[in-house]
């Protein structure tokens, strides 16, 4: 079966940084646009990054534009999100995606695999 496995989360003050990754497996990775979303407690999952299959092209929200860097490494099946100068506001649960049809996208209805998340809690 598919599995994406998000890991790197924690807690960390305003300011600092975290390095999120996400390890698939079951899928042939090179051929799927990888996106991270996230979402915070009473409010809806959205979109934070993409990077297609090549990975030279990425999209940000632009919330996290400047501070948040998406990559991938092929050959290792990773997918990794570099947060720095975190926020507050960027609190969350953060979830690794695979849009198999899709180069890139921030839809979270055009992505067809899931990880279960990882807790990012940012303090003031």
């Known amino acids: 079966q598919v599995q994406l496995v998000e890991s790197g989360g924690g807690l960390v003050q305003a300011g600092g940084s975290l390095r999120l990754s996400c390890a698939a497996s079951?899928?042939?990775?090179?051929?799927?646009?990888m996106g991270w979303f996230r979402q915070a407690p009473g409010k809806e999952r959205e979109f934070v990054a993409a990077i297609r299959w090549v990975g030279t092209i990425t999209d940000y929200r632009d919330s996290v534009k400047g501070r948040f860097t998406i990559s991938r490494d092929n050959a290792k099946n990773t997918v990794y999100l570099q947060m720095n100068s975190l926020k507050p506001e960027d609190t969350a649960v953060y979830y690794c995606a695979a849009a198999r049809t899709v180069t890139i996208t921030r839809v979270p209805s055009q992505y067809d695999y899931w990880g279960q998340g990882t807790q990012v809690t940012v303090s003031s």
């Open positions: 079951g899928l042939t990775f090179s051929r799927y646009t």
